[in-house]
């Protein structure tokens, strides 16, 4: 079983759409919980993290973290063609080691 | 700031020849990484680099992956000889941050080895 499950997707979804992406993860020692998005051919950048259980919130993202449940999600509200990206879940355990999901495809129609 | 920096963005090389990725961090930041990217594995971690020591290699592939950081601004990463299954996309990436609460990202090399 991979530490990390995010399904790839491709999703796709009208303009103004509320998008949801999720993980689950399998180790409950996991500490710290962040989003990344990542354009076409460029690296990853750091959308948001938190380190507890319920929701943080950014502008039309909010993140949400379920320890109880092994389960991060990211929500966008009023999505924008901007938004269309490849979203990485990532988990630190410590020690510096961030794991990465395997990131999900999201396409936004104007 | 220029973010972290990468060289080349693109490298084409034949089997067999030895290849070097080059990376400049982000002035300040203590932590260094290189990641390879595929569609089959995803992000995968390779080295982490703390305050220019390697802390941690154990997601280096195999003898022919080695990295260096001989001072806080340079680190390089080599493949010697290349295999076409190490075609991938080398991230390296910087971070001031004891929680790996957020790396900064260069833009990537783009290795294709045939």
């Known amino acids: 079983q991979k530490e990390v499950e995010q399904d790839p997707g491709p999703l796709s979804v009208p303009e103004g759409a509320i998008v949801s992406l999720n993980c689950t993860y399998s180790n409950s020692a996991f500490q710290y919980f962040m989003w990344y998005r990542q354009y076409s051919r460029k690296g990853p950048e750091l959308l948001m993290y938190t380190y507890s259980s319920g929701n943080k919130e950014d502008g039309r993202f909010t993140a949400q973290v379920d320890k109880s449940s092994k389960y991060i999600s990211l929500f966008i509200r009023d999505s924008q063609p901007s938004d269309s990206a490849t979203y990485l879940c990532?988990?630190?355990?410590?020690?510096?080691?961030?794991?990465f999901g395997a990131g999900t495809r999201l396409f936004v129609k104007a | 700031d220029a973010g972290v920096i990468q060289s080349p963005r693109h490298e084409v090389t034949e089997m067999g020849q030895e290849v070097t990725l080059r990376c400049k961090p982000i002035?300040?930041?203590?932590?260094l990484f290189w990641y390879r990217q595929t569609m089959m594995r995803g992000l995968e971690l390779l080295i982490y680099?703390?305050?220019?020591?390697?802390?941690?290699d154990s997601g280096m592939p195999e003898d022919r992956f080695s990295a260096k950081m001989p001072n806080a601004s340079f680190s390089t990463l080599k493949i010697q000889p290349s295999e076409p299954r190490d075609s991938a996309v080398y991230f390296c990436?910087?971070?001031?941050?004891?929680?790996?609460?957020?790396?900064?990202f260069g833009s990537g090399t783009r290795l294709t080895v045939v």
């Open positions: 002035s300040g930041h203590n932590s």
């Open positions: 680099f703390n305050n220019n020591v390697p802390i941690d």
């Open positions: 990532a988990l630190y355990t410590g020690g510096f080691k961030t794991i």
């Open positions: 990436a910087s971070s001031n941050s004891d929680r790996g609460t957020g790396y900064t």
